[in-house]
């Protein structure tokens, strides 16, 4: 079992090294290969939902692989000279390298999941803002928009009437963009338009 656990870890190390260095070699290698293309809009999700944070039961990522190979190996030949059965240090070994594939390919996920939620401004729009450097008379403050999944983005802004002074903390809503500068109202003055313009 000594070879098994010394392979598992060579491969669980050497092959995220090989494509961390050699990665963008093979970049688009595999893309003429018509049967694979088949496979990219294939989602196999076997996420659970465990207290509202989504885990991946099964690993199906080389990081997630490899990292389980390389801690089913460690822990195989340090658990291997001790009074342990060779069945039970392979248990163990199995186990611990499992939870880790699991624990990486969660973390693989989540990651993907924040770098592909991002907003445009026009849908920025949606959200009311709260400031957080006051808004000076005729000059400029910032915002931070929370989106409903938690995402937060800051922005420069400044006051739809440049006589106007937003102090911090005061709760905003956006009415455009302008060369990546949010142009706001107080939310309260805003809704008291609305109401009037429709009396």
Same mark, same amino acid.
């Given at each position: 079992?000594?070879?098994?656990?010394?392979?598992?870890?060579?491969?669980?190390?050497?092959?995220?090294?090989?494509?961390?260095?050699?990665?963008?070699?093979?970049?688009?290698?595999?893309?003429?290969?018509?049967?694979?293309?088949?496979?990219?809009?294939?989602?196999?999700?076997?996420?659970?939902?465990?207290?509202?944070?989504d885990v991946?039961?099964?690993?199906?990522?080389?990081?997630?692989?490899?990292?389980?190979?390389?801690?089913?190996?460690?822990?195989?030949? &340090?658990?291997?000279?001790?009074?342990?059965?060779?069945? +039970? &240090?392979?248990?163990?070994?199995?186990?611990?390298?499992?939870?880790? /594939? &699991?624990?990486?390919?969660?973390?693989?996920?989540?990651?993907?999941?924040?770098?592909?939620?991002?907003?445009?401004?026009?849908?920025?729009?949606?959200?009311?803002?709260?400031?957080?450097? +006051?808004?000076?008379?005729?000059?400029?403050?910032?915002?931070?928009?929370? +989106?409903n999944d938690?995402?937060?983005?800051?922005?420069?802004?400044?006051?739809?009437?440049?006589?106007? &002074?937003?102090?911090?903390?005061?709760?905003?809503?956006?009415?455009?963009?302008?060369?990546?500068? /949010?142009?706001?109202?107080?939310?309260?003055?805003?809704?008291?338009?609305?109401?009037?313009?429709?009396?």
């Open positions: 079992m000594d070879t098994v656990f010394t392979v598992c870890m060579v491969i669980g190390f050497v092959v995220p090294l090989i494509t961390l260095v050699f990665g963008s070699l093979f970049d688009g290698v595999l893309d003429g290969i018509s049967w694979l293309d088949g496979l990219n809009g294939l989602d196999l999700d076997f996420d659970i939902d465990i207290g509202g944070f991946c039961f099964l690993p199906f990522s080389v990081q997630s692989i490899c990292a389980g190979l390389l801690v089913f190996g460690a822990a195989g030949k &340090v658990l291997e000279g001790g009074a342990l059965t060779a069945v +039970t &240090v392979v248990i163990i070994a199995v186990a611990m390298g499992y939870l880790v /594939a &699991v624990v990486v390919q969660t973390l693989i996920k989540r990651l993907k999941d924040v770098e592909n939620t991002t907003y445009s401004t026009d849908q920025l729009l949606l959200y009311d803002a709260k400031v957080v450097n +006051t808004i000076v008379k005729g000059g400029f403050g910032s915002i931070s928009i929370t +989106t938690g995402i937060t983005s800051t922005y420069p802004a400044k006051a739809q009437n440049p006589e106007t &002074v937003i102090r911090q903390d005061s709760v905003v809503s956006i009415l455009e963009f302008q060369d990546n500068v /949010a142009i706001v109202m107080e939310k309260d003055l805003l809704e008291r338009k609305y109401d009037e313009a429709k009396a």
